[in-house]
């Protein structure tokens, strides 16, 4: 892989990985670009105890244009995108209307293509095996950041859950702050290996790989529905290493994992007769913390709101307004439904 920085023309850094070997030719954007977007505003909730992101500004967004104004598609002839080449492999660059920006943090967003109607479970794991390795390139250099104390990666695929743009992509949100998420897992793995010694995640792994909802597995990696899932369907993604972050993976970790991704990917989308939409959360250690590092384990955790063909789930007044969730799908019946298709 190879990789080329630069800068588009308002400032804002954009990144290519190539797969080939040939010289990237240095293409200049074009485009006569307004200053990129003002920051946003971190409020603090007292209650909580959880930062909430103020971005007013992110109002005035692309929301799902026509295909042929699509702006993460390569720029061709008089068509100038936010990516000048006429042709990429992976592309990465910070977002123009971003949610975090300044010393505040920054958000990234990867596109997984330069073809506009594919998706990421149809690319294939040699091209995932590139996307894997930019976002551990991007997570390296985020968590090197002075401000950055975590780097989260997803990806949001579908209308359904409000993607606002179709081209294949994800995000990257490098946060001044440790997510709650993360702040309530270590908080487990804490209490857990104060009660028995154990590290909870080599736990739930090994408890899991011994259950009913194993969907996939690999020499590095099992993927699981589990015990207690939310979402009709729900799949998480464990390393058998203990491994803090994407950057800790080694080179046989990475292939294996752009192949059970890809494979997972794929049987998500025959579970009905359209395309699942789905989130993507890969869970990564807080940076500059040993103590934290060695408790954390990196993982993803895949999750949609589609509970049946035409019929989505909502969260309503015990999710959203107690955090009580209730599941209509057994996960054993959802892991079985994953192995079978
Ligand atoms: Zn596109």
Known sequence: MRKTATRLA???????YDEGDSVREEVPDLRDLPPAAPGSELRWDPLRREHVILAAHRQGRTHLPPSDECPLC????DRLTEVPSSTYDVAVFE??????????GRCEVVCF???????LAELGAGRLR?????WADRTEELSAR???AQVYVFENRGPEIGVTLHHPHGQIYALPFVTPRTERDLDSARLHRAETGGDLFADILAAESAGPRVVLRNEHWTAFVPEAARWPVEVHVYPHRAVPDLPALDDGERTALAELYGDLLRRMDRLYDTPLPYMSACHQAPVNDPGLRELSRLRFELFSVRRAPGKLKYLAGTESGAGVFSNDVAPE???QRLREV
Not at 74 to 77: A, T
Request: cysteine-free; proline content about 8%.
């Open 113 to 119: 293509s330069s073809d506009h109607d594919t998706s």
């Open 130 to 134: 590139t996307v894997v390795d930019a």
């Open 10 to 16: 308002d400032g804002r850094e954009i990144i290519y």
């Open 333 to 335: 019946t959802t892991a």
């Open 146 to 148: 002075p401000e950055v």
């Open 95 to 104: 977002n123009r209307f971003p949610a975090l920006s300044g010393a505040e």
């Open 74 to 77: 390569p720029s061709r002839g």
